[in-house]
Each structure stands twice: as C-alpha cells, then as structure tokens.
C-alpha cells in the first residue's frame, strides 16, 4: 500500500505545472551557474598550474555547484512539499484515505516516499552536470561521491520537514513558510558560536545546525555522526508527522 500511495503522489506531481515549472527554473538556474564556474576555471588554470596544492576542478565547479543546489533546494522544496497534506485536509478528500484500509504510516510514508522519488529524479539531473566533466577531465571521485551523498541526504531531511509542516495545518501558504523558516533557522543556527559565551551552548546549536553536517561531506568528511544526524532528523519528522495524522483522523 505504501507503494500505491507513492506512486500516486509521484504521478501527481509529474502532473502539477507548479512542480515542472520548479524543476525548469532550478535546472536553468544552475545550468547557467555551472557553466559560469567551469568559464572561470579555464580563464584561471593557467595560474593553478603554477601552483603546489592548488585545487582542482572538482573543488571549485563541482562541490560549488552541489552546495549552490542544496542552498536552493531550501527555497523550492517547501513549494513541492506544501500540498502533501493540507491540500487533502482542505479538500476534505484525507477522509478518503482515512476510510481505506491503510494505517497512518503507510500514508505518510506513501507520501515521503512519493516526493523523495520526485526530488531525485530533480537531484540526478543535477549531478549529471558535474559527471559529465569525465568526459573531458580528472576530478576527484571520492570528494565529488561524498557531496553528492551529501546532497541527498540533506534533500530527504528538507522533504521530511516540508511533510511535518504540510501535516500541522490546511493551508498549503503557511505550510511553505513554515518549512522555509525551519530550514533556514537548521541552517543559520550554528551562526551562534561566533558569540563564543557558552560552551555547551554553542556545541548544541552546532550540532543542531544542518549546515554544519552538509559542509562536512562537501569538504569529503563522511562519518557516522553526520548520517545520524540526517537519520535522527528524518525519522523524528516522519512520527511526528504520523502522530499529527493520526490525531486529525481522531478529531474527525
């Protein structure tokens, strides 16, 4: 059943102008932005040459690219994810699901899994660019794998927030804006160790900070705090999101 319910959530946004028009702009968007980086590279290379150390293609137009991506995924996903829920609660057609012989977890996780599988359709069209620098040149496989990884998890964190807040209320609007804020407070939080007060303060905001985890695997860090961190940010979401489902079901 969870199948189904991805599958229809999937179909329909293929089918929402929004989601094509979202996914139109974002790729015109960073097309543009890479082939401005990749321009620059070549006007400097002859000066990295020259250079002991000096990064690579991978370094300055892949992993910018990627990290240009996750930034702007905090701006459309909250567009794709605001009607998951509150759509169907303003509609009135949730009670269709509520009537069907399927649990609150099948539908939200129908549901993340239907918008994930939109999401990385959108991701492979853009790792595709970097890749395609293989035909032509050396990068660094393990830097560029790690960001890519990086990428998608922090992608599956957005999707899941944007589920939880589509679920807390029936006005798609507010659903957006309620996920934008989240997102960019997990990204902005770690901004509180410039003030360097309190220790245990600053470690926590740091560790809450959803950049911090992404700069990791974009600088080629991948370790286990990192993924469950991702892990442990999906998963609250996902029961949250539940247990705010199952409660409308009761109230109705």
């Keep these: 059943m969870i199948f189904n319910i991805a599958m229809r959530e999937l179909r329909s946004l293929f089918l929402s102008p929004l989601a094509w028009a979202?996914?139109?702009i974002k790729l015109?968007?960073?097309?543009?932005?890479?082939l401005f980086q990749l321009d620059r590279f070549l006007e400097i290379q002859p000066k990295l040459g020259g250079m002991q150390g000096a990064p690579?293609?991978?370094s300055l137009v892949a992993i910018p690219l990627l990290d240009t991506a996750a930034f702007l995924l905090m701006l459309i996903i909250p567009l794709i994810s605001m009607r998951l829920?509150?759509?169907?609660?303003?509609?009135?057609t949730l009670s269709l699901l509520f009537s069907a012989p399927v649990s609150m977890t099948e539908i939200i996780l129908g549901k993340y899994l239907g918008i994930l599988a939109f999401l990385s359709?959108?991701?492979?069209?853009?790792?595709?660019?970097?890749?395609?620098?293989?035909?032509?040149?050396?990068?660094d496989g393990g830097l560029l794998a790690s960001g890519i990884i990086g990428l998608f998890?922090?992608?599956?964190s957005y999707a899941a927030i944007g589920l939880l807040m589509s679920a807390l209320t029936k006005e798609?609007?507010?659903?957006?804006i309620s996920s934008f804020g989240v997102f960019l407070l997990l990204w902005i939080i770690d901004g509180v160790n410039n003030a360097g007060q309190n220790n245990l303060a600053t470690g926590l905001f740091n560790y809450l900070s959803i950049s911090s985890h992404y700069?990791?695997?974009?600088?080629?860090?991948?370790?286990?705090?990192?993924?469950?961190?991702?892990?442990?940010?999906?998963?609250?979401?996902?029961?949250?999101?539940?247990?705010?489902?199952d409660a409308y079901r009761l109230q109705h």
């Design 22 to 24: 979202i996914l139109a």
């Design 28 to 34: 015109h968007v960073l097309s543009w932005i890479f």
């Design 56 to 58: 690579g293609l991978t």
């Design 85 to 92: 829920i509150s759509e169907e609660r303003r509609g009135q």
């Design 121 to 139: 359709v959108m991701l492979a069209l853009i790792v595709l660019m970097p890749l395609s620098l293989f035909l032509g040149a050396n990068l």
């Design 153 to 156: 998890l922090i992608t599956a």
């Design 172 to 176: 798609p609007l507010i659903a957006a």
């Design 215 to 245: 700069q990791n695997f974009s600088h080629g860090i991948i370790n286990s705090a990192d993924f469950s961190y991702f892990g442990l940010l999906i998963i609250t979401a996902i029961i949250l999101s539940i247990r705010r489902l």
